[in-house]
């Protein structure tokens, strides 16, 4: 059996108010630390490297895209926010979409499309805000979605880093 | 005629200072309890949320208004009615300032009247308060309202007891019930060689029960049981809505704000500078909103410092402690003025 012995209070303890004058004390002292708000509109959310916003689709240097619509991600997608139709093109990568949609409102942003990617076309960005007043403005088709690959490049590098780690370190 | 005339327009400014003064406190409380949080609290309506609580009105304004199915309908709209009228009528006798100027041989002072029954009539007019709460509760035909209508009465009748006793402590020093007779005693000559002649000097313990017991008369946090957000919904104003419920938040404000100008009357020497006995008046103004302004953040500051206490701790602080206190106050204060 555990007994507890309770405290006992002084006289100064007992009469509450130089107990009631110390907690005044702290709370005007926090009255003139510095805020913890971020005004956020204003003072936007930091990215980093590893900040894994919205999946955007990267375009080479002449304007081209990546995507040979191989249709992995869409498989890979658990929230079936992906829809794809290729078409066979000139290009030595033979095919491309002709319809890329990613649909906003299923999305998680759960980045397995870019795991799942072969051919290094889809990426999470760093944009997050997400925002419209119709439903159908929420599917965002290729021309929402393209960047050019240097806008995503901090990523790229990150997760080209992360996925070399073995094969650079391991030790067998 | 003329002096008609001047008791309206001092009427219509005192009046005017109030409500709006009850205005700036509620953007005073956000802001103060946001500083202590480490927040911002609202910056967004103009500069700094100086038009808050304009934003605020106009909200309340829109909002429906709701009698709830039971409830008893002209109680139920004249309680906050009596709540805020008894919070702004106690504000007349209140003097914000000593000698305006003279006309036709009469002197206009700074206060709406100039009563000989001052202290009285405050204490009067603000018990007369409580009865907005208490029909206000019972008419919602809530069991959260009538128990935060209940619990507001008990509260009252419990601190109105030590309150009243430390006025007449003052009162019996100074030897006259009208407030501004209080503040000029205190405005002359000095307390201890060196201090202002401030009642707070003489009767210190007077002033510390006066101010704890303005906090539960006002029905102010630690001891805001009417209330009450965890136990009781929103206690008595549970099924208020739109513009009633703001005239509860007005009486509310309204009656710290009185309270907050009655410490500073009693026991801080009210419109008095200290050290300056022939101050024009309207510094005297100045030094009583000064003065005002402090309690009125210590209403907020307290708020958002102390946890609120249990009932039967109210209950017990309130007639075993701050009765006797009181009583005991008295018989010294009596001892000391007739020796």
Redesign the interface.
């Known amino acids: 059996m555990v007994i507890v012995k309770r405290k006992e209070l002084t006289l100064a303890e007992r009469l509450y ?1 130089p107990e ?1 004058l110390r ?2 004390r ?3 002292g ?2 003139f ?5 971020r ?1 956020y509109p204003e003072e936007p959310i930091p990215s980093t490297e590893v900040t894994r916003g919205q999946p955007r689709l990267a375009e080479n240097e002449d304007g081209t895209l990546r995507c040979v619509s191989c249709g992995m991600c869409e498989i890979a997608c658990p929230a079936y926010a992906i829809t794809i139709d290729g078409h066979e093109i000139d290009r030595p990568i033979e095919r491309e979409p002709e319809r890329f949609e990613i649909d906003f409102l299923r999305c998680i942003l759960c980045g397995f499309c870019e795991e799942a990617c072969p051919k290094e076309a889809i990426w999470m960005s760093d944009e997050l805000e997400l925002a419209d007043t119709t439903r159908k403005g929420l599917i965002y088709g290729i021309e929402k979605l393209k960047r050019p690959a240097s806008a995503l490049q901090k990523r790229i590098d990150y997760v080209k880093r992360i996925n070399d780690r073995w094969r650079t370190f391991s030790s067998t | 005629m003329t002096v008609l005339l001047a008791t309206f327009i001092k009427a219509v400014v005192i009046f005017g200072a109030l409500v709006s003064a009850a205005g700036l406190a509620t953007l005073a409380e956000r802001k103060v309890s946001a500083w202590i949080q480490h927040r911002l609290g609202p910056n967004r309506v103009g500069p700094f949320g100086a038009l808050q609580p304009l934003a605020d009105g106009v909200k309340f304004i829109f909002k429906e208004e709701f009698v709830p199915e039971g409830a008893t309908r002209w109680l139920f709209i004249l309680a906050p009615a009596i709540s805020a009228m008894a919070a702004m009528m106690s504000v007349a006798v209140i003097p914000f300032g000593g000698l305006v100027t003279e006309i036709d041989g009469t002197e206009i002072y700074f206060s709406i009247a100039d009563l000989d029954i001052g202290a009285l009539w405050v204490v009067a007019i603000g018990g007369l308060g409580i009865y907005g709460v208490i029909l206000g509760g019972w008419a919602s035909n809530s069991k959260y309202s009538l128990y935060g209508g209940l619990r507001a009465s008990a509260q009252m009748i419990s601190y109105e007891l030590p309150l009243i006793l430390s006025i007449l402590a003052v009162v019996a020093m100074s030897d006259t019930l009208n407030l501004r007779e209080i503040v000029n005693i205190q405005t002359s000559g000095t307390a201890f060689g060196f201090l202002p002649n401030w009642n707070i000097f003489y009767q210190p313990l007077a002033f510390v029960l006066f101010v704890v017991c303005t906090f539960a008369e006002t029905n102010r946090h630690p001891f805001d049981f009417a209330e009450c957000e965890s136990e009781l919904v929103g206690g008595f104003h549970t099924e208020y809505s739109s513009m009633k419920f703001a005239l509860f938040f007005l009486g509310e404000y309204c009656a710290m704000i009185v309270m907050a100008s009655l410490t500073v009357t009693l026991f801080l020497g009210g419109f008095s500078v200290p050290y300056w006995e022939e101050a024009p008046w309207y510094l005297g103004v100045a030094a009583f909103v000064a003065k005002t302004a402090f309690f009125m953040f210590l209403f907020l500051w307290v708020r958002w410092t102390l946890p609120r206490f249990r009932y039967d701790q109210l209950m017990n602080l309130g007639w075993k402690v701050f009765l006797p206190l009181s009583l005991l106050n008295i018989l010294l204060t009596g001892l000391a003025v007739s020796l």
């Open positions: 108010i009631v907690g005044l702290i709370t005007l926090k009255m630390q510095p805020k913890s708000t005004q």
